[in-house]
């Protein structure tokens, strides 16, 4: 069975669950109480690519495109559109995005491509008829705290509103924890809860400049953290301990062993 067999498969099987006398979990779901379910199986395909389980990244991704399935399916039976229409609009737009691989325009570059997409992306607009918007509003404000702040600090910088190095944004990360400090010793809860909030998004610019993606480097460091403390669960279950049996001390001590 071809991939275009098997999707529309999918697109039959989802029909049939959303029908009269079809599964009445799925009967009851509606777009706003599918959108959780869309978020969870998001993390799940990045941890799947992040402990690199090929196996299971292939069921993972399976579950994330039955959520397009899902939503153009009520989608079509509120008469809005169809997964054909969602189709057509993703392929129209790739080959309207990429006039260096389809059409007559050269990019040697990813810098070129940006270029080209963004120029396409004018034309699009100015196309429909859409007045200018400020640079930030494509950014849904739905995002994840940390991936808001990545793509609204690349959007700025791309207009010109940027550090020129990363000496000078280590110079604002050390101003920020100065005020960080000055509104632990002196400040209101809200106030700490802004100054913290500061020295996030530094630390998101910095990134930014050293390119290192702060979501994976967060992640990676989740994983570290998670690694070395069921080291320190293992080995105090060998002295016949739990955690809330064993103090600072110990504990660090068996840290510092999961480390080398």
């Given at each position: 069975m071809?991939?275009?067999?098997?999707?529309?498969?999918?697109?039959?099987?989802?029909a049939?669950?959303?029908?009269?006398?079809?599964?009445?979990?799925?009967?009851?779901?509606?777009?706003?109480?599918?959108?959780p379910?869309?978020?969870?199986?998001?993390?799940?395909?990045?941890?799947?690519i992040?402990?690199?389980?090929?196996?299971?990244?292939?069921?993972?991704?399976?579950?994330y495109?039955?959520?397009?399935?899902?939503?153009?399916?009520?989608a079509?039976?509120?008469?809005l559109?169809?997964?054909e229409?969602?189709?057509?609009?993703?392929?129209?737009?790739?080959?309207?995005?990429?006039p260096?691989?389809?059409?007559d325009q050269?990019a040697?570059?990813?810098?070129?491509?940006?270029?080209?997409?963004?120029?396409?992306?004018?034309?699009?607009?100015?196309?429909?008829?859409?007045?200018?918007?400020?640079?930030l509003?494509?950014?849904?404000?739905?995002?994840?705290?940390?991936?808001?702040?990545?793509q609204?600090?690349?959007?700025?910088a791309?207009?010109?509103?940027?550090?020129q190095?990363?000496?000078q944004?280590?110079e604002?990360?050390?101003?920020?924890?100065?005020?960080f400090?000055?509104?632990?010793?002196?400040?209101?809860?809200?106030?700490?809860?802004?100054?913290l909030?500061?020295?996030l998004?530094?630390?998101?610019?910095?990134?930014?400049?050293?390119?290192?993606?702060?979501?994976?480097a967060?992640?990676?460091?989740?994983?570290?953290?998670?690694?070395?403390?069921?080291?320190?669960?293992?080995?105090?279950?060998?002295?016949?301990?739990?955690p809330a049996?064993?103090?600072?001390?110990?504990?660090e001590?068996?840290?510092?062993?999961?480390?080398?």
């Amino acid at each position: 069975m071809s991939a275009a067999e098997k999707f529309e498969r999918l697109v039959a099987l989802m029909a049939r669950l959303r029908a009269p006398g079809g599964c009445p979990w799925d009967r009851d779901q509606t777009f706003d109480t599918i959108k959780p379910h869309t978020l969870e199986e998001t993390y799940e395909v990045l941890d799947a690519i992040d402990r690199r389980d090929w196996p299971h990244l292939a069921e993972e991704l399976g579950d994330y495109i039955l959520q397009a399935v899902f939503y153009a399916q009520m989608a079509a039976e509120q008469g809005l559109f169809t997964i054909e229409d969602a189709l057509e609009a993703i392929n129209t737009k790739l080959l309207r995005r990429h006039p260096h691989i389809f059409g007559d325009q050269s990019a040697e570059t990813p810098a070129d491509v940006k270029r080209i997409w963004s120029e396409v992306k004018a034309a699009e607009k100015a196309a429909q008829g859409r007045e200018a918007e400020s640079l930030l509003a494509p950014v849904p404000r739905a995002l994840p705290a940390l991936v808001e702040a990545q793509q609204i600090t690349s959007r700025a910088a791309q207009a010109g509103f940027d550090w020129q190095n990363a000496e000078q944004v280590l110079e604002k990360l050390e101003e920020e924890l100065a005020e960080f400090a000055a509104a632990r010793r002196e400040g209101s809860h809200k106030e700490l809860e802004h100054e913290l909030g500061d020295l996030l998004f530094v630390l998101v610019n910095l990134a930014r400049f050293v390119k290192v993606d702060p979501e994976q480097a967060l992640r990676g460091t989740n994983a570290r953290f998670r690694e070395r403390f069921a080291y320190i669960e293992r080995k105090l279950a060998e002295r016949s301990k739990k955690p809330a049996d064993s103090n600072i001390e110990e504990m660090e001590a068996l840290w510092q062993e999961a480390k080398r």
